[in-house]
């Protein structure tokens, strides 16, 4: 059974730091490319950040673009979401995402929320 | 970048009856390889989204059959035959063409 679980989410202030982790299970997780999407409270979606399956290409949302940096650890079947110079507007549930590439974003984490708050 | 515009941003329907939500891109989703890039997705009420539609027509796994997409280029529609209980929640569109993905506002549907 494919699983990912969110985790790294908490109250930070405005300009502070927060890591995200994804831990994947359940499919062969090197073979993946991965997404972060996330949705402010009572809103609707928005796309973050993509990685390759190798982790050699990334893409970013133009909100995030300089301040938020995705990795992954396929040895350790992980995926990260680094956060810098949060905002308020970043306040939302972040949702790790797995990429069938060929099929959809066809697997969702349940997230895990993200609140940017002095 | 590519926006996407669902309508009706809301959606009563009796149980039983069908019901159809429009997504319309600003630019065409249509790849060199003749697949439209369009994603269909339901998040239902306290859950995480969950794929329904790729590549505009094509029912994920596990997905009932009065779920069907349809659409090319700019246009497209998601339709349910007939509207169960459990279709209740929002139901997004979203465009993979480009490397900036982007979704459509989400259209909610409701049980009258």
């Known amino acids: 059974e494919v699983q990912l679980v969110e985790s790294g989410g908490g109250l930070v202030q405005p300009g502070g730091s927060l890591r995200l982790s994804c831990a994947a299970s359940?499919?062969?997780?090197?073979?993946?490319?991965m997404n972060w999407v996330r949705q402010a409270p009572g809103k609707g979606l928005e796309w973050v950040s993509y990685?390759?399956?190798?982790?050699?290409?990334?893409y970013y949302a133009d909100s995030v673009t300089g301040r938020f940096t995705i990795s992954r650890d396929n040895a350790k079947k992980s995926l990260f979401l680094q956060m810098n110079s949060l905002r308020a507007e970043d306040t939302a549930i972040y949702f790790c995402?797995?990429?069938?590439?060929?099929?959809?974003?066809?697997?969702w984490g349940q997230g895990t929320l993200v609140t940017v708050s002095s | 970048d590519i926006v996407m515009t669902q309508s009706p941003l809301s959606l009563p329907v009796t149980p039983g009856e069908p019901a159809s939500i429009s997504c319309k891109s600003s630019?065409?989703?249509?790849?060199?390889?003749?697949?439209?890039?369009l994603d269909w997705y339901l998040q239902k009420p306290g859950q995480s989204p969950q794929l329904l539609i790729y590549?505009?027509?094509n029912r994920a796994s596990g997905v009932p059959d009065r779920f069907s997409g349809s659409g090319s280029g700019t246009d497209f529609t998601l339709k349910i035959s007939r509207v169960e209980a459990e279709d209740v929640g929002v139901y997004y569109c979203?465009?993979?063409?480009?490397?900036?993905?982007?979704f459509g506002q989400g259209t909610k549907l409701e049980i009258k």
């Open positions: 995402v797995r990429d069938s590439t060929v099929a959809g974003f066809d697997f």
């Open positions: 359940g499919f062969t997780f090197r073979s993946y490319e």
């Open positions: 990685i390759s399956s190798s982790g050699g290409t990334v």
């Open positions: 630019q065409s989703l249509l790849h060199s390889n003749g697949y439209n890039y």
């Open positions: 590549w505009a027509s």
């Open positions: 979203m465009q993979a063409l480009q490397n900036s993905v982007s």
